[in-house]
């Protein structure tokens, strides 16, 4: 019972560096999500796939990039990492969007120094 | 204005109360509604989808009121490993993406 599978779990980035963060999900589900959580706020989306090649921006996407080349996978890049991207990422799946279960990652705690 | 208004509270209940979470939204054509629980340093998960009529799982009922655009939480003879924080959770299709409140925080005390 895998689920979504994100890594790393802890990771400290020195600003202006690069770094990727893994997503897979093996619920064959098409849509999958990244999120950020930052202290007393809600979940902000970053960016959204409905699907394998398909890719869209969410409320916050600045200063990230995705990529869905498979179904399974979802890879969060941070480019030239800024103080103000540290946070807990979140990725997460559900089969379609409306009134369907999203199914999240354990959480990736990323601090940039 | 925000999508999705909760009380950040926290409510500390002693065990055995019961306790009441309210959660307001802006879109009136939202479509579909959840409460998802978060553990301390953990990721959000499902607690319960909210239908139009009610409904309710073991101790755990939740409310839709369309007209007044809130959902409610409620939460009876209280456990202490009901300790957690509350998302309320609203999908709007014209928005096209799930708004997440930024959660109540409940605390049972022994």
């Known amino acids: 019972n895998a689920g979504v599978t994100q890594t790393p779990k802890f990771h400290i980035l020195k600003i202006g560096q690069s770094m990727t963060l893994q997503c897979t999900q093996d619920?064959?589900?098409?849509?999958m999500y990244w999120y950020r959580q930052d202290p007393g706020m809600g979940l902000k989306l970053i960016y959204y796939?409905?699907?394998?090649?398909?890719?869209d921006k969410g409320e916050v996407p600045n200063g990230y990039n995705v990529s869905r080349s498979t179904t399974e996978d979802f890879p969060l890049r941070l480019e030239l990492a800024a103080p103000s991207q540290t946070s807990v990422y979140f990725c997460?799946?559900?089969?379609?969007?409306?009134?369907?279960?999203?199914?999240f990652g354990e959480g990736s705690w990323l601090t940039v120094v | 204005r925000k999508e999705v208004e909760q009380d950040p509270g926290p409510f500390n209940v002693p065990e055995g109360a019961t306790v009441a979470f309210n959660c307001t939204y802006s879109?009136?054509?939202?479509?579909?509604f959840f409460w998802y629980r978060q553990d301390c340093r953990k990721e959000p998960k499902l607690l319960m989808s909210?239908?139009?009529s009610g409904n309710e799982d073991g101790r755990f009922t939740a409310q839709l009121n369309r007209a007044s655009q809130y959902i409610s939480l409620l939460i009876r003879d209280s456990k202490l490993s009901d300790s957690a924080t509350y998302l309320c959770?609203?999908?709007?299709?014209?928005?096209?993406?799930?708004?997440f409140g930024t959660g109540t925080s409940l605390t049972v005390i022994p």
């Open positions: 997460a799946s559900s089969y379609s969007k409306s009134g369907n279960t999203i199914y």
């Open positions: 619920m064959n589900h098409n849509y």
């Open positions: 796939s409905v699907g394998a090649g398909i890719t």
């Open positions: 879109n009136s054509a939202s479509q579909s």
């Open positions: 909210v239908y139009s």
């Open positions: 959770v609203v999908y709007s299709a014209d928005g096209n993406q799930f708004y």
